[in-house]
């Protein structure tokens, strides 16, 4: 798109916003459920064309006018679409397969973002690690340390107790995803700590295995549970930086209807890793620590990245797409 939209492009849009702002008005009069099967899906697809088109919009100074009325047509709709649908395992599986990957290519930068921050503080934890081996006191207590001069995992004990190991292990696990999510809050700071957090210990953590000679060790049980838990660390920290963006940049929005857009975007962001923590989780508790052979945990690893790439990057409904 050109920065200066042209007035085709418009008048070959304005007629769909139309038919959205109508469907709104004749859900106000008589209620969503009066709505026939055929004007809901029409509404569903409108509401995405809408949303693709305001990130257009907002990229022409020029259409400010446009934009604010677009995004004003998305809250309504949004809180009609979502209020309105009941939540069930078919709804969810729907949500997950066809609305979660335009979601997360919609958010694309802030997950991109998310992932640069985790990957530098990785690296430098690493490399400090790797230069002075005692780096790694200020971040491993002395039992792992005591563990990896015995050339042990600490994670053997894990087999043993793996029902509530994976219990715990799920639960842990979305509490450092909701952290880094809720860190969003202040102006990002909160998610930026928790990825440095995060990234600055497996950093050193496989530092220091290396060191220790125990590198396929540790990369063997991570690979597993690793390939799904560690994006959705990634994706809950591009949630927090997108809440953290509307805060900071409101753009033409008022900053309270920034915030408020930002939030619900972040929010659905980090709806969709949920499954993946719960499957994370099981695979930490049972797979992990069992001892099958490397190559088959790598296996695994590599195949279950390549399914959530597959997923998260599907190509987007193309239909009434924008010119």
Not at 179 to 198: R, S
Request: net charge positive; hydrophobic share 50%.
């Amino acid at each position: 798109m050109a920065q200066v939209l042209s007035n085709q492009w418009i008048l070959k849009r304005r007629p769909h916003w139309d038919r959205l702002a109508a469907l709104l008005a004749q859900s106000d009069a008589s209620g969503l459920g009066q709505l026939s099967r055929a004007e809901l899906q029409e509404l569903a697809l409108l509401y995405r064309q809408a949303a693709a088109d305001l990130s257009v919009l907002r990229q022409d100074s020029t259409s400010r006018t446009y934009s604010e009325h677009v995004n004003h047509l998305l809250a309504r709709a949004h809180h009609i679409i979502y209020s309105g649908r009941k939540t069930n395992f078919l709804t969810l599986l729907r949500f997950l397969r066809d609305e979660y990957p335009v979601i997360f290519q919609q958010q694309i930068g802030s997950v991109a973002a998310s992932a640069l921050v985790f990957l530098f503080f990785g690296l430098l934890g690493a490399a400090l690690t790797s230069a002075r081996p005692e780096f790694m006191r200020h971040f491993l207590g002395p039992e792992m340390i005591a563990t990896m001069e015995r050339h042990t995992m600490w994670t053997e004990s894990v087999v043993s107790v793996a029902p509530m190991a994976s219990s715990a292990i799920m639960t842990n696990n979305l509490s450092v995803s909701f952290i880094t999510f809720a860190g969003g809050i202040v102006f990002g700071l909160g998610t930026f700590l928790a990825l440095f957090q995060n990234g600055m210990m497996l950093g050193v953590i496989g530092a220091a295995c290396h060191h220790y000679e125990m590198s396929q060790a540790l990369w063997s049980f991570v690979a597993p549970h690793g390939s799904l838990e560690l994006p959705a660390i990634i994706i809950a920290g591009g949630a927090g930086f997108r809440l953290g963006h509307a805060m900071l940049f409101p753009g033409a929005l008022r900053w309270r209807e920034s915030v408020a857009r930002g939030g619900i975007e972040a929010t659905r962001l980090v709806s969709g890793i949920i499954p993946l923590l719960v499957i994370a989780g099981l695979l930490e508790g049972f797979f992990s620590p069992s001892h099958a052979p490397a190559w088959f945990k790598f296996t695994v690893g590599a195949l279950l990245f390549a399914m959530l790439n597959l997923w998260l990057f599907r190509p987007e409904n193309k239909t009434g797409n924008r010119e």
